[in-house]
C-alpha cells in the first residue's frame, strides 16, 4: 500500500531546502546521500560511473551540482566554485542567470505559465516574427519545440512531407542529431543506433566535408529510384568532435541540392545563437538553408526550447491541417519568454562578435598552454567558442578533464568522438576566467605527463 503521507513529508522537506537561499551542513550532508543514492537506485548507476572525471575523493562529497556562481560558472554542494567550460553542452550563451531572461520568465510566470491550447497565444506569434527577422534569407515560419531532438525531428518529417517521392535523407558520418528515432537514424554513432535497430528507413551517411562522395551518393539514389529529398548536416559538427568544414564545403552542399531537387537541413542547435562568432553559423558560410533547426541557448540558459525554420514554400505543406505535426508544451508562454529575452540579449551585448573575439583569444592561449605536450594533445581548433582538444586517446583526455575539474575548471568529452574534450564556455567568459583556464589546462597536461615541476 503507497504511504502517501511518508511521500508528501519527503517532499515538502525537498520543497523546504530549495526555499532556503543557505542550507546548514547537516542538509548539505542529507542531499548529496540522497542524490547518490537516487542515482544508483532510480535514475541510472551508469551515471555514476560516467561522471567519476568530476569526482574528488568520496563521490557523495564531490558530483552534486547545487546553485550558478555568477554569469561563468556553477556551484557544488559544498561551496566549491567552478568556470564552466562546458555550458550545458553550448546552452549558457548569454550566461548562467541571465537577469534580463530570468525576468522576462518571472514576469511571464506571474501573468500566465502555459496556454490553453485553443485560444491564439501571443508570445508565439512574436517570436516567431522575431525568428524570421533574424534567420538569412527567405525562412520564415516557424515550428516551437522542447529540445534540439525534436527541432530536427519535426525538420525531418517537414522534408519529408514535402518531397514525398524523394524518400532518401543524407546525414554524415560523425553527426550528432538526437536519439528520438528520427533524429537517431541521422545520428552517426553505432552505439547509439544498434540497440535500436532498424531506425527509421530511408537515411544514408557519407563522410563529412566530402563533396564528391555527396555527389556519388546522391547521384546512385537517383539511378536506382530512391531519391534523395534532403541533405541533414550540422555546419561545424559538435559531439563529432567539433569538426571544422573547409571553406567551400557547405556552399557545394548547397548547389548540389540544388542541382538535385533536394532540401537542406541545417541543424543549428549547438552552433546557433552566436556560439561560432555570427548568430547563426551558415552566415560565416553565406548558405541559406531550407530548413533551420535551433535548440539549446536558443531559451537563454533558462528555459528549454526549440525551433524548426522553414521557407514558406517548404512550410506550406502544414497549412491545409496544421495538426500534421504538434506539441502540447512546445512555445509555451514561459519558454517563448525566455527566448525573445534571449535573443534581446545576444543583441543588446553584441555576443555573437563577443563571441568571435574571445574564440581567438582563447586558441592562442590554448594552444600557448599545450605547447610543449603534442604528445598528448594533437589538436586545438574551433571557430568562436565552440572550441575542441583532441588527445592521442580517450585515456589522455579523460585524465586532463579529471585534473582540470580537481582545479576548478569544468570540461568534457564529446559523445561521438570521445579523443576530443571540448571547451564551450559562455559567451561572456571573462579574460581572466580563460587565463586561468589555461594555467589550469598546463598545469593538467604536466600532471598527466608526469613532470616533477608540478
Known sequence: MINYK?????????????????????????????????????????????????????????????SDSGPNGFRDINGKEYIDCLGGFGIYNVGHRHP??????IDQMGRQALHSQDLLDPLRAILMKILADITPGQLKYSFLTNSGTESVEAGIKLAKANNPNKPTIIAATKA??????????????GVFRRPFMPVVPGFRHVPFND???????????QMVGEDVGAVLLEPIQGEGG????????????????DEFGALLILDEVQTGMGRTGKMFCCEHYGVIPDILCLAKAFGGGIMPIGATIATEKVFSVLFENPFLHTTTFGGNPLACAAAIANINVLIEENLP??????????????RKAAAGYENKLVDVRGKGLLIAMEFVDNEVGFEVAKHMFDNGVLVTGTLINAQVIRVEPPLTITRKEADRVFEVLAYALAKVSGDNKV
Not at 519527503?10 to 542529507?30: G, T
Not at 563533396?211 to 539514389?221: D, I, N, P
Not at 573547409?246 to 552542399?253: A, F, N, R
Not at 562578435?353 to 590554448?366: F, N
Open 6 to 66: 511518508d511521500i508528501y513529508n519527503y517532499s515538502q522537506r525537498i520543497l523546504d531546502i530549495i526555499a532556503k537561499p543557505i542550507i546548514n551542513e547537516q542538509e548539505v550532508e542529507w542531499v548529496k546521500q540522497e542524490t547518490v543514492n537516487g542515482f544508483r537506485d532510480y535514475v541510472n548507476p551508469g551515471f555514476l560511473e560516467y561522471r567519476k572525471s568530476v569526482t574528488i575523493g568520496d563521490l557523495a562529497s564531490s558530483a552534486v551540482e547545487w
Open 176 to 189: 550528432f542529431h538526437g536519439k528520438s528515432m528520427g533524429s537517431l537514424s541521422g545520428t552517426a554513432k
Open 353 to 366: 562578435e563577443r563571441a568571435a573575439e574571445m574564440g581567438e583569444y582563447m586558441l592562442a592561449g590554448l
Open 211 to 221: 563533396l564528391e562522395m555527396l555527389r556519388k551518393t546522391m547521384e546512385s539514389c
Open 242 to 257: 567539433v569538426n571544422i568544414p573547409d571553406g567551400d564545403y557547405l556552399t557545394g552542399v548547397r548547389k548540389l541540392c
Open 100 to 105: 534580463k531572461v530570468l525576468k522576462a520568465v
